[in-house]
């Protein structure tokens, strides 16, 4: 056999070699990356965490200025506060649920209020004990109050027609209102509120 044989021999020998490492490292690469963006099943939730789980922080009051009067206030990262019906609200436990929510308490109708600009002009300016509007039953009727010291900056005026939002969404699309307390207030507000799991735990929920 020639020297030019062995030699051509010997490359296509290293060549072969050079193409099964690469084939075996772009193979290691691909199980790398499948397990960057597939993560084991193992490690994940039995339920996938909600929008409002992901973007808020949560936090309740509980007897707010009554007994059973209890709320809950998300906040965002941005100041913002939603609140709403707690699950152990006393308006839940009356027959038929809630049948009629109005906004118009006070002095003023808060539905019609209008908030325009990046400044919220018109915003009013109310104290946590402030109500924010009147929830109805068959047999009774609740007030519902800020909780949070800011600026009211929206209500849920979907409530007004259809106020069985709160029976069965009242921690979704059944929410009151949207507050934007300043940094001060919320701090102080902060330390009364319980945690999610302070709340499950006091109220033995799952």
């Not at 209890?70 to 699950?87: E, F, S, T, W």
């Amino acid at each position: 056999m020639s020297t030019i044989n062995k030699d051509q021999i010997m490359d296509e020998s290293n060549c072969s070699e050079s193409k099964v490492l690469d084939a075996n490292k772009e193979e290691e690469e691909e199980e790398d990356l499948q397990k960057l963006l597939i993560p084991d099943v193992q490690n994940l939730p039995m339920t996938p965490p909600s929008a409002v789980e992901s973007n808020f922080a949560t936090f309740f009051t509980i007897d707010f200025m009554k007994p059973a009067h209890d709320q809950y206030v998300y906040r965002h990262a941005n100041g913002l506060c939603v609140i709403g019906l707690a699950p152990s609200h006393v308006a839940f436990k009356d027959e038929g649920g809630i049948t009629a929510v109005d906004f118009n308490v006070g002095k003023s109708d808060r539905s019609e209020m209008k908030v325009t600009g990046k400044r919220k002009k018109n915003a009013q300016h109310f104290e946590s004990n402030t109500a924010l509007c009147k929830i109805s039953t068959k047999n009774d009727t609740y007030i519902v109050r800020c909780c949070v010291k800011g600026s009211l900056l929206e209500v849920n005026q979907q409530l007004i027609k259809q106020p069985q939002l709160l029976n069965v969404s009242a921690d979704r699309e059944g929410y009151i209102a949207i507050i934007m307390p300043k940094p001060a207030d919320w701090l102080k507000v902060k330390a009364s509120l319980l945690s999610l799991q302070e709340y499950k735990k006091l109220k033995e929920l799952s």
